[in-house]
């Protein structure tokens, strides 16, 4: 049984960790932070955790967040470089569920979250939390920067296809659809169910601050850089992100055989049968990532559609994920949830 | 561990079912029967089951359903009370979840439901499947007669009222919403995407084949006979039903005392802090029935609002309490589930 | 050909009223006035508008508005009180479709809008602009404040029969659904995208600031004072409201002709044939009401339910109903619109 | 003045002609004939249509057709090809919205929908109705294959680029998502509102209908094959087609004045300014195609934009637009509609 405190409970991410968290067998949750709501129980902002969540926001001055085994950090960005330092001074490891540490150029990062850095140092040290690519790194991390919900999509979408070196790396899109939770719990205009229900649009197609993450991961997985246009969209649902992914094939391969055997053991990616189309709520609710393999038509374009849930193995589940991972549970421990459907 | 079958899997309450049981610690499923789909596995047709339901549908003629322990019935009405009978007479429990056996006037179960009853005798002897209610007689019965989803969230709302009989029982009035998984996985021109979306109406005014079930619930809680209006309605959800519930006060009381009282003990009914307006998701995939009790503007009229997840407290949900109590397992064995939000 | 201002162009009645007055053959617009966007293309915050309304958003200190024959106030409560009356002063003649005007007695008003009112003379003047029951005011009017969407709804539905006398008037009760563009274009939590869909809630069960004016307009159709619970609903479509009311019985009437001869002549009110269900989308983006009457199971109580638009009858397009009757055009000059289905 | 008569009007394109009809000053509808609702008033099926179309449906074997001028197939694809032959033998000109005339090579027409064509001959006469490429063919056409929905959006954003010559024709990608009503109004599992609602998932992969017309069109713009991969997804809305299309640059230019020189004339194509992003929302029950052009991070890869209402400019708008070009009457008559936003 480990503590684990919640740094900024009152977001999407924060309260699906809850959701997780609170099932979960080997955790006590023993702060979740607030400033704004601190005092106040946390099930009276949110009345689905009635009954499962007990504990009251508290001030994130005073949390003993020191005394935790594991914090996570589901804040906005920014607020993660300032404190997870002490943490760590203290033997606290630390989960960022938001991009402080994600981007190993910090010049990038800089360039594209319009801040300096605050902690350039920890950057460095920072295990990206893929655990289908950086497993081993993940289980000795002391620090964990959790992967944004397209990232996540649309690197196990593309995974297979760069490490086998099969396809065009310098001409890949990523044409993304993002369910509306994606934007966040935040008062904006433009996510007001009157302004995005019964509507779809692009955005952010001169650039998104999920480029330069997506980019430095396929770069990786193909050993050279790459040529990526990434174009999301908001589409009229609460969870769900459904990449099309294109690539230009370079050489022949049996492309269904090769994602199956690439995905073999993994628990979390389910290579779905030739000619599926995985649908979003396929995986609602849990942590699954389902990939289909399409080639129309027979030409030399592949098409991958690769679906997950945006807040579970596209946010919280995936850091319950690596939690398990860090702390020698069973990497599926509380995270065995069966899609909700319909 | 107790052995399962499902006749009818390939309805929202059978896949339903299908979720709840995949993870429930003292269950194996045995057989999932549909004359349509056998041979075809049930996660091709439910891709969110991929890994957690390995069987296939099996022909309902050679199911091995008289070696469960017991079948639930998740077909459309009519169809558990021509089989029901014979699995019953070799020792099998049966849980409908259609409306076969739910009323106790034959006579006017045939008139609501247009066919005449195939077996009157085992009308007798079934349990309404209301725990809340009928605990006792649940745990020793053969034959559940599950609720309907309206009647769970009307019942469950006027039962500490009726009871206590401070309220007018002739003027009840359910005004209820309903989402549209309500209306089943059947192929039907109302209830597409572009009909019932953006869209709101009310429907069978004139009459509801609720509407017997749910007075028949009351009158026994009052104890005398009740005049009730009930208006469904199509709401543009998917999950949900929202019951508000009027009733004209005959002696004070403090009603929110009332109903903290009447369901102290209850793992799933929630009654909210006064002034609260519990929302449909606050129990989304969860087998909670939470309840708010006002009293607008101080007068003579009590509003008692009433939500539940349709398909999990108004159907699989409740027939999994059921069936807990009816083996003689913890009550919320594999129910403990965290409402979905958002 | 009038001029007409519009103060306030950047909500969602003001949107609407830009694209009904953009096709009305009378006016012309000359002003929209944004204190936030000043300057702006209109059509740039609402490309729906590209091609149709080429006018910028002025600031409401400089905006010619006392060169208008008429201006619309589609603000927040509180801002038509305190600049209709400059406006009344040069002939301008004003219609407000916020609240400012609606409530006779200024001390209620005050309790419910929570400020004090700064022009009690104004509000005597006013004329409510429901044509139906209001119509030859209306046209003699200077200054008509325009019915809130709820008070539309309710009001239309149980017109005939108070007028007739012939149900309990202190036992009405009013459940109501609005869609969520009733909450209006703010950035508020509670109607993002991801927390009103799928979802469905009551709010304000304990006083909402619709039922003082549904209930001073209830009295006078009743000739006495009403006692009525008024339940609203957050529902998860954009448009649409749905009025389910009850009323008990005092004296038989055909109920169904009663309503029919009420609205004969009524150019947008439609009594739908008897067992009818209305449902929003049938009066989407028009300015009808549609309205039907059950009796269910021949019991003592009525169920009236109506439907309307809440941005067109319930809000702009009544407000151009109102303005085609002060300056002598046809009442449903601009206002054919075919409602948009599906 | 002209009579026109609509064969197939219960589906969506039926009824939204019926919509645009209603209002339109040169046209008296004559006939709507449906074999399955023949004697039943329109608006009993479509209440929105209420006091705007007084016809009933007409048996197909007994409607006046051979009196109209025009005839519109709203039907499945295959009824127009066996019944327009004798319609233009006695001089009435036929639009027809479904697939019958729409592709060239019968061959390949028989082979995507699965039949045998009635009318080769009709097929090399029909003019393809995209007035943007065909204008002065369709005012001359006794017959017109009026376009698909995809086809409209997808073409109209590539047109400016093939008919320049400056992109790589062979690698053309075309990912596309349409609003539920897309697939019709017909009762079927996968567009059931559960099904559809709150979910997002490609379909149609390896091979949609639509697939052979754009190629077609795009064909003959860039005046040589083209090499084009399309993905058309299910979007949870009920109108709307957002089509995101990709195209490597092969000749630089300024494609933004590009679009903007090409569409300059047309009354239905709006280039949005640089950097936009058309929502669907904005051309809601209008007739307006808005696209507009991107070049992410500077690469060398175009990401253009295109929306339009599936059922307006991709189909029933779209076919009276053609029919006023056919008349002689202004293209934009009974068109000038604002769309609906919110």
């Given at each position: 049984m ?10 999407y991410t924060?309260?699906?960790?809850l ?6 067998p080997e ?12 005092g106040?129980?946390?099930a009276d902002m ?8 007990n504990?009251?926001?508290s001030d994130p001055?005073?949390a003993?967040?020191q005394?935790?085994d594991l ?7 920014g607020v ?5 330092g002490e943490?760590?001074e203290?033997g606290?490891?630390?989960i960022?569920?938001a ?9 990038e990062?800089?360039?594209?979250y319009g801040?300096?850095?605050a902690s350039?140092e ?7 939390g ?12 002391r620090?964990v920067?959790?992967p ?7 690197q196990?979408?593309?995974?297979p296809l760069?490490?086998?070196g099969?396809v065009?790396?310098d001409?890949l899109?990523a ?10 719990r ?8 009157a302004?995005?229900s019964?509507?779809f ?5 001169a650039g998104?601050?999920?480029l330069p993450?997506?980019?430095q991961g396929l ?6 850089s790459?040529?990526?246009t ?20 370079t050489r ?7 994602y ?7 628990p979390?990616v ?11 709520r396929s ?8 990939i289909?393999?399409?080639?129309p ?11 997950i ?7 919280a ?6 939690m ?10 509380g995270l ?5 459907l319909?």
């Amino acid at each position: 049984m480990i503590k684990v405190g919640i740094v900024g409970g009152t977001g999407y991410t924060g309260v699906e960790l809850l959701r997780l968290l609170a099932l979960h067998p080997e955790v006590t949750i023993t702060a979740i932070t607030s400033r704004a709501e601190a005092g106040s129980a946390v099930a009276d902002m949110f009345p689905s955790l009635r009954g499962h969540i007990n504990l009251c926001f508290s001030d994130p001055a005073t949390a003993p967040l020191q005394d935790c085994d594991l914090v996570f950090f589901a804040t906005p960005n920014g607020v993660a470089m300032k404190q997870a330092g002490e943490l760590l001074e203290v033997g606290v490891r630390v989960i960022d569920l938001a991009a402080d540490f994600r981007i190993k150029d910090v010049a990038e990062w800089e360039k594209w979250y319009g801040m300096s850095h605050a902690s350039p140092e920890l950057v460095e040290e920072a295990v990206y939390g893929l655990p289908e690519v950086n497993r081993q790194a993940i289980r000795q991390a002391r620090l964990v920067a959790n992967p944004g919900c397209y990232p996540t999509a649309v690197q196990l979408g593309f995974l297979p296809l760069l490490e086998a070196g099969c396809v065009a790396s310098d001409q890949l899109i990523a044409d993304s659809k993002s369910g509306v939770s994606g934007a966040g719990r935040k008062a904006e205009t433009h996510i007001l169910f009157a302004e995005s229900s019964d509507n779809f649009k692009a955005y952010g197609v001169a650039g998104h601050r999920h480029l330069p993450e997506i980019r430095q991961g396929l770069t990786t997985m193909a050993g050279a850089s790459v040529g990526l246009t990434f174009v999301p969209h908001l589409t009229p649902m609460i969870r769900g992100i459904h990449a099309t992914l294109y690539a230009t094939i370079t050489r022949e391969e049996d492309f269904q055989s090769l994602y199956e055997r690439r995905y073999a053991t993994e628990p979390f990616v389910d290579v779905m049968p030739a000619q599926s189309h995985p649908d979003t709520r396929s995986v609602r609710a849990s942590n699954i990532c389902r990939i289909a393999v399409h080639r129309p038509q027979g030409r030399n374009v592949l098409v991958i559609l690769s679906v997950i849930d945006n807040l579970v193995k596209g946010a919280a589940g995936q850091a319950v994920q690596n939690m398990n991972l860090m702390f020698g549970f069973d990497e599926c421990l509380g995270l065995s949830l069966v899609p909700v459907l319909p």
